[in-house]
């Protein structure tokens, strides 16, 4: 009682966390304790044995496990690396797998330790990462999810996880066939997961992480196999926020509206030629073609209007139209048909086609026009009336539906390509998207 | 303030690093020492201590809410689930805070002077109760065996037989835990930290992990 | 990411809508011909247009 003890025997000022090799009772294998104090149960390396690490003696907890040889983690216990800006060592490895409809998935889980940040977890399942901690925060159960810290978790899926292979070091009890209720919320990247036992709970927090990465930080042989279909909370490829993507859109739109409303404030919108013709079949001798009194157009390089107004009445008419120009002998060529059917049959009155056309020539500079005119129809019919009027510089309507068009169709693929994306993620859930169509890909 | 004493056990030199410690332990021979106005009273020995795995140390020092806080001393429980340390901080002004290490995950708390406590045996996981504003949930109930004390303490603690911890937690990390080691239950409140951003310095070096 | 690259196709199409609707660009289809002689004028049957020939199925016999 009064002598005085060593002082080494007070505070340890320094040194390696406390390292232990003990002999399994069961096998007699020997065992390495890298984090004594920490780690609670240990796993003998030869047998599989559960060990109690915190017992002086070492009893074994539960039996061998037949597995022990056969099951080779893909991070090889005692690897360290720097991971996420810390320096961690691989402790613990356990294999843990869920029955749905009959089907068992397993996935994989790896401790990580650092004595400093202590402990951290990463899940693998067919080649999907995810980086997992404890949270801080208590997350709020909701009706079809869970809320924490600002952001709402969707249901995934509850299951009863059954622990099957253990190796290495935990800071807890662990036994093969340890049973939780497992609740996955998730919010891409983000899984939050909830495990029951014992009417305790407990929440972790995953990030999804690539393959890749931890190969890289964890300087492991070859590469990561490649993953394979989609995982809970996997994040969408090339994704981007809805929102943001239509206030984009409705932006866009706007610009469009507001060139739409400058051309039509600011086009001249000339009429330069309005002659009216009559059609009443091809002359019996020479040739139906004629041309108008020449018409100049002013300004700079723009669009030419040709309007074809007729009184058609079940009939056709179709036009052949040069626009040439009388000093350079440059022309545009186009035909025209104008055709108007109406009728009234079992269904009521109908009607088919105009008494209407226009077309605008494109890019046709200034000078001296006139219009070559080669009529068509059909005389048994009886006779057209058509009148040719031609302007300049008119606000190009189909231009602006062109533009509509393109900026819509690039928010309608990527909003198909990520409702697909997402429609194979719920797939597998408790929560399977409903789809109109009767395709069941099982993939 | 500091103050020499000498161990009643095996007379070896003994200070008072805080005015506003009132146990101790002798760093040679483990005696439990409590200080009355002049002299040391003898109350106990501590046994052997279990293998030191906390980062933490006496004279760590660090920050926490933007205020400097030193570790004078700490105690060590005994659950299923290993053993886990709660640090006595002493901060700027001189009060108290307890830093705790439990498998590596760290919570600071401090008393508080709550009185209207629920009793032990109405605690469930999953009960909520709010102080202060904040509403907290029953995450665990942990009994623990008091395992052995280290340097000063605000308060004589030694020899408990058992010790009964809730821990409740709220939705933006607050931290409390209900303390039913005395007669009378305690209520201590905090938040969960990140190792890193109480910027500790002079901590227990690990070879090869800096 | 997305958005942006997306911005950045829309401001291309904005450009050019605005380009287009400037210089009078058009989706009608017309041939160009050069160095139309003019006699045409005298003799509008000589030009031989990309489009005469036209004959039209008119529903009937």
Same mark, same amino acid.
């Given at each position: ?5 060593p ?23 020997? =065992? ?10 240990? =796993? ?71 004595? +400093?940040?202590? +402990?951290r977890?990463?899940?693998? +399942? ?24 600002g ?15 253990v ?6 009890? =662990? ?14 990247? +983000? =899984? ?12 972790? %927090? ?44 409705? %932006?866009?739109? %706007? ?59 079940n ?72 009148s ?44 399977? %998207?409903?789809?109109t ?7 | ?19 506003s ?15 009355h ?12 201590l ?28 005994e ?32 008393a ?22 904040v ?35 709220s ?40 | ?61």
């Amino acid at each position: 009682m009064s002598t005085p003890a060593p002082p080494s025997a007070s505070t340890p000022q320094g040194g390696a966390p406390p390292v232990r090799t003990v002999f399994c009772q069961n096998c007699g294998g020997s =065992v390495t304790i890298r984090f004594v104090g920490r780690t609670i149960n240990v =796993v003998c390396g030869s047998c599989g044995s559960i060990l109690d690490a915190a017992d002086p003696n070492v009893r074994v907890l539960q039996g061998a496990q037949n597995a022990i040889n056969q099951v080779q983690p893909l991070i090889p216990l005692g690897t360290r690396g720097k991971w996420r800006g810390q320096l961690y060592e691989a402790i613990g490895f356990q294999r843990r797998s869920i029955t749905v409809e009959g089907q068992e998935y397993s996935w994989a889980e790896y401790v990580l330790f650092n004595p +400093y940040r202590g +402990y951290r977890y990463l899940t693998e +399942y067919d080649g999907h990462w995810n980086d997992a901690t404890p949270v801080t925060g208590l997350p709020t159960p909701q009706a079809t999810g869970a809320q924490y810290l600002g952001l709402t978790y969707k249901h995934f899926q509850t299951a009863n996880a059954v622990t099957r292979f253990v190796l290495g070091e935990f800071p807890w009890q =662990v036994r093969v066939g340890d049973r939780a209720a497992v609740k996955d919320y998730v919010s891409p990247p +983000y =899984v939050l997961s909830e495990e029951k036992v014992d009417g305790e709970v407990t929440w972790t %927090m995953g990030e999804y992480v690539l393959g890749k990465d931890i190969w890289k930080s964890f300087h492991l042989p070859g590469s990561a196999p490649a993953p394979i279909g989609i995982y809970l909370n996997q994040p969408a490829p090339l994704s981007a926020s809805w929102k943001e993507l239509w206030v984009a859109f409705v %932006m866009m739109l %706007m610009c469009v509206g507001i060139v739409f409303f400058l051309d039509e404030a600011l086009a001249a919108k000339e009429q330069v030629l309005d002659r009216t013709y009559r059609y009443t079949g091809p002359p019996i001798t020479g040739d139906p073609s004629f041309v108008t009194p020449v018409f100049e157009l002013k300004g700079r390089v723009s669009n030419v209007e040709i309007r074809t107004e007729t009184d058609a009445s079940n009939q056709w008419i179709f036009i052949n139209y040069a626009l040439i120009n009388s000093e350079t002998g440059a022309a545009y060529d186009l035909g025209r048909e104008v055709s108007y059917y109406s009728g009234s049959d079992s269904d009521g009155s109908w009607s088919e086609g105009s008494k209407n056309d226009d077309v605008l020539v494109p890019s046709v500079p200034a000078g001296h026009y006139y219009l070559r005119v080669e009529p068509e129809g059909d005389a048994s019919l009886g006779p057209v009336r058509y009148s040719i009027i031609v302007s300049r510089d008119i606000p190009p309507f189909p231009l602006f539906l062109a533009a509509f068009f393109a900026l819509l169709i690039p928010p309608i693929l990527i909003g198909w390509r990520a409702f697909s994306f997402e429609r194979k993620r719920w797939a597998e859930s408790d929560h399977p %998207m409903v789809t109109t169509s009767s395709d069941d890909d099982d993939d | 303030m500091r103050r020499s004493f000498f161990c009643p056990s095996c007379g070896a030199r003994v200070e008072f690093m805080w005015s506003s410690s009132v146990q101790t332990t002798c760093e040679f021979c483990r005696s439990i020492l409590v200080r009355h106005d002049v002299d040391l009273t003898l109350v106990g020995k501590v046994s052997d201590l279990p293998p030191d795995v906390s980062p933490i140390q006496i004279g760590t020092e660090g920050r926490f809410n933007n205020d400097n806080f030193a570790v004078a001393g700490r105690i060590i429980y005994e659950y299923d689930q290993g053993a886990w340390n709660e640090w006595h901080l002493v901060l700027s002004d001189g009060r108290s805070a307890w830093l705790s290490d439990a498998q590596a995950q760290y919570v600071v708390t401090v008393a508080s002077a709550e009185t209207d406590l629920p009793l032990q045996d109405v605690l469930y996981p999953g009960k909520s109760y709010a102080w202060n504003g904040v509403t907290y949930q029953v995450t665990t109930l942990t009994r623990a065996n008091y395992r052995g004390v280290q340097g000063e303490l605000p308060f004589e603690y030694w020899d408990k037989e058992r010790a009964t911890f809730a821990d409740l937690r709220s939705t933006t990390g607050a931290f409390a835990t209900l303390d039913y080691s005395d007669d009378e239950p305690k209520l201590y409140v905090g938040e969960m930290v990140d190792f890193d951003s109480l910027r500790l310095t002079n901590l227990r070096a690990f070879e090869g992990w800096s | 990411m997305l958005t942006k690259l997306y911005a950045m196709y829309g401001a291309a199409v904005l450009a050019t809508l605005t380009f287009g609707v400037y210089r009078g660009w058009s989706f009608a289809s017309v041939d160009e011909v050069k160095n139309v002689p003019q006699s045409v004028r005298d003799n509008p049957g000589s030009y031989r247009s990309a489009y005469s020939g036209y004959r039209r199925y008119t529903g009937g016999k």
